[in-house]
């Protein structure tokens, strides 16, 4: 291993300015090597996998031209005007196609999904016709080719169905059955040690003394984790020593990646930064975001490191910006940008310049049916209520002053497609 610098390096120093976010991200996702470990499952198990390899189809969809409608098929040239009659000769019925082939003048009923016999290309509705016993009147005729699925037309047999990195949604699950895929090759879920740190930290079912608070910040994490579908290895609380800290830094160092929150700051109990700078390699620390500035990013044995903030606010932040997209690359994923809204806020917003500000607010629709945003009225970042009852973020840029209720911001919800489609 590479001799990490000395920890102190990176506390702050007036050359040490916290690193803008969007280059923190770009940092750090570009360091992350994707897990190449794969294993064979059943389809039914792959909801929301990602491939391990692309799935190239064996078969067309369809596999034959079919109808796409209820009607009656027929030769497009056998009718020169509206209300010219064809003979009725058979039916063709999804899984039971017409065994002939039409002559001229002759027609067939044929249901939706039904195989298209020789010498039909065009589908009437039957909406559109009258029939009297073997005689169909076509009342108002389609233009030629119409109502027809070719065979293909959704898949070729030789085309790449998924390729590798496709995050598998519902619809691929059923496109992937649609090819007769039974089972597919997806990416080991990353396995992600966390734990929080702290000496006033207890058990949520027990009581707590003045100066005790419950350990939420680790249930937290473990939601976010659950909710990315990663594998979440709790190890529980931490205390505020240098050698509680290599403890548990030498047993979170074999899994994939490491996330703790606490103890990254620069008071007199945070260790953090001093035992990751000890056992691993740190690439950086503090972020020009606001909450969530001291964070700390690095390597410690096998694990890619994420030390977040305490404040609750803070730690919830900071891993929605910075540690979801690492982990979805870590996956085999591919991170997507996030979806951000221009809306008009219906309250002042206080901001000072320096920091990119994330305010916890709500999505409303105005009386005049238009959607505009809401801050929440309290936004320490100690207080988790604010991130409990907001459905979104408004971003405010580092160099953003003030802005009056009514001017437009930018809002990213907390809804995001966080999982993007490969490239090509």
């Known amino acids: ?22 280059e923190a991200r770009a940092r750090i996702v570009e360091a992350i090597t994707p897990i190449r470990d ?27 031209d079919n109808s796409s409608m209820d009607g009656y098929g027929y030769a497009a040239a056998d009718i020169a005007a509206d209300g010219d009659a064809l003979e009725i000769v058979g039916e063709s019925l999804a899984g039971h196609p017409y065994a002939g082939s039409l002559g001229a003048g002759q027609c067939i009923r044929i249901m939706t999904g039904a195989v298209v016999p020789p010498g039909v290309d065009t589908v009437v509705m039957q909406e559109n016709t009258q029939a009297s016993g073997a005689q169909l009147v076509i009342e108002q005729r389609p233009k030629a080719g119409s109502n027809i699925r070719l065979a293909g037309e959704d898949i070729a047999a030789g085309a790449t169905v998924l390729a590798a990195g496709c995050y598998l949604r519902p619809a691929d699950i059923a496109i992937l059955a649609s090819v007769g895929v039974s089972e597919v090759a997806v990416v080991r879920r990353p396995r992600v040690a966390f734990f929080s740190t702290g000496d006033e930290l207890r058990p949520i079912d027990g009581p707590i003394e003045p100066g005790e608070i419950y350990d939420s910040n680790r249930h937290g994490l473990a939601a976010l984790l659950a909710e990315l579908g990663m594998q979440g290895i709790d190890l529980g609380v931490v205390g505020d020593s240098p050698e509680a800290l290599r403890g548990a830094f030498e047993q979170a160092a074999e899994y994939d990646a490491v996330v703790t929150s606490g103890g ?78 221009d809306l008009p806020t219906l309250a002042d917003l206080r901001k000072s310049p320096g920091r990119e500000n994330f305010l916890r607010a709500r999505l409303v629709t105005t009386d005049a049916g238009r959607l505009a945003v809401e801050p929440i009225d309290h936004q320490g970042s100690g207080v988790m209520r604010s991130m409990s009852s907001a459905d979104c973020f408004i971003v405010l840029p580092a160099p953003q002053q003030d802005v009056p209720a009514g001017e437009m911001v930018t809002v990213e919800p907390f809804a995001q497609t966080l999982w993007g489609h490969p490239a090509g």
């Not at 730690?315 to 809204?341: K, N, S, W, Y």
């Open 1 to 22: 291993m590479l001799q990490s610098p000395d920890a102190s390096d990176f506390r702050p120093t007036p050359d040490n300015k916290p690193m803008p976010l969007a």
């Open 264 to 341: 990254v700051s620069v008071g007199a109990a945070d260790f953090v930064l001093d035992v990751l700078g000890e056992q691993g390699e740190v690439d950086f620390w503090r972020v020009a975001i606001k909450p969530g500035k001291p964070l700390a990013f690095g390597t410690l044995g096998n694990a890619r490191f994420f030390g977040l903030p305490g404040n609750p606010v803070s730690t919830a932040v900071t891993f929605i910006q910075l540690v979801r997209p690492a982990l979805v690359r870590m996956a085999g994923g591919h991170p997507a940008l996030p979806i951000r809204l």
């Open 38 to 64: 794969c294993e064979r499952i059943p389809l039914h198990a792959a909801l929301h996998r990602v491939l391990g390899e692309s799935v190239v189809s064996r078969i067309n969809v369809p596999g034959a």
